[in-house]
């Protein structure tokens, strides 16, 4: 498994890491390589600001005993260019499996680039069908697999996380379990978030150049704003406990893990009108938008446990991690993979 950076908590880490739980399930061993994070294989090179690529003989040398590379994301946007380039040389002919989480087209600035390449030998996987659709226009034919969670997380503190806080037992908290970007529409959180009296919570940093416009919003907040990751000792599940609502007002995302994991949390979701968002929300989910903040303030002063239950039940049904198995079980021939032959493991 290769990509840029993996074991973080950015979307592609943390689904790449539910793959490889999931290729273990069924019996395989897996090798971690990336340009940085906590892996098995660290290469440089391959990291998104790396100054020079990594060298062909490195990355053959790093999945040279693999019988399944599977490519997580490095060839679909183009954040390292010469190092797409080497990784797609070294797979040419073999059982590959290309699992794309963005396309350079669904970035304004990216639009003109080219798709992702392709080989006889590899299967391509994508998370949404908008990005299945527009890959087939392109001539790559791919399976969409849905992004997949824990239908039942384990439960977070709430009071232990509010305190370490400071908020208030009564008061409203907002959380956007996200980083800082310009597409991640911080400013209308914010905007969501003193509308209805709450406190806002944005949980990751500022990347791309985004720290000046973060400490701007926050500096014109109209209402309490804090930073930062949970407090020491608490988890992400704390943070869920901790929260009254969840946020997403992204103006693109991907899938945008918060809209499903809000609902294996029990947690009411406002969310922006990103495309992929109306795909999610036709499996039937019941969930606020972000510029209309009078429905998610009535559902705050007198909550509806119902609207909960059904959601929860939404992801559980068509999200559930435990399906994920079976899911890439089904992509794995078209790599080449005899699925007869995983199983006798």
């Known amino acids: 498994m290769i990509s840029f950076r993996l074991g973080g908590g950015d979307g592609v880490s943390v689904e790449a890491a539910k793959w490889a739980a999931a ?3 069924l019996g395989w061993d897996v090798r971690t390589v990336a340009g940085s994070g ?15 690529p990594p060298t062909r003989a490195e990355v053959q040398d790093a999945c040279a005993s693999a019988d399944l590379v599977v490519v997580e994301n490095l060839c679909s ?3 390292n260019p010469p190092a797409a380039a080497v990784v797609a040389l070294v797979c040419s002919d073999r059982p590959a499996l290309f699992h794309h989480h963005d396309l350079p087209w669904q970035r304004p600035h990216l639009a003109h680039l080219a798709p992702p390449p392709d080989d006889p030998a590899w299967a391509h996987v994508t998370i949404n069908e908008l990005s299945r659709s527009e890959l087939a226009e392109r001539g790559i034919a791919a399976t969409t697999i849905y992004n997949t969670f824990g239908p039942d997380p384990a439960p977070g503190d709430r009071a232990r996380t509010r ?7 009564g008061d409203a908290l907002l959380l956007q379990p996200t980083r800082a970007l310009e597409r991640k529409n911080i400013g209308g959180a914010l905007e969501l978030c003193a509308s209805v009296g709450g406190t806002y919570w944005l949980l990751g940093p500022a990347e791309d150049g985004y720290g000046p416009t973060l400490d701007r919003l926050v500096a014109e907040a109209r209402c309490p704003v804090l930073l930062g990751p949970p407090p020491d000792g608490c988890s992400i ?3 869920y406990a901790a929260c009254d609502a969840v946020l997403l007002p992204s103006f693109w995302e991907g899938f945008g893990n918060p809209s499903v994991e809000s609902a294996t949390y029990g947690r009411a979701l406002a969310i922006g009108s990103y495309p992929v ?10 969930w606020f938008g972000v510029a209309d903040p009078a429905p998610l303030a009535r559902w705050l002063h007198q909550r509806d446990e119902e609207l909960l239950d059904h959601n929860h039940q939404v992801a559980a049904t068509h999200f559930n991690l435990a399906d994920l198995p079976a899911r890439l079980a089904g992509v794995l021939p078209r790599a080449g993979i005899s699925w007869e ?4 493991q």
Do not use: C, I
Not at 38 to 52: I, T
Not at 280 to 285: D, N, Q
């Open 23 to 25: 290729l273990r399930t």
């Open 38 to 52: 906590p892996v098995d294989v660290v290469l440089p090179g391959l990291a998104m600001d790396a100054p020079e």
């Open 77 to 79: 946007l183009p954040l």
């Open 163 to 169: 305190a370490a806080l400071g908020v208030a037992d």
């Open 237 to 239: 599940a704390d943070a």
């Open 277 to 286: 968002a109306a795909e999610l929300a036709s499996f039937g989910f019941r």
């Open 341 to 344: 032959g995983v199983t006798s």
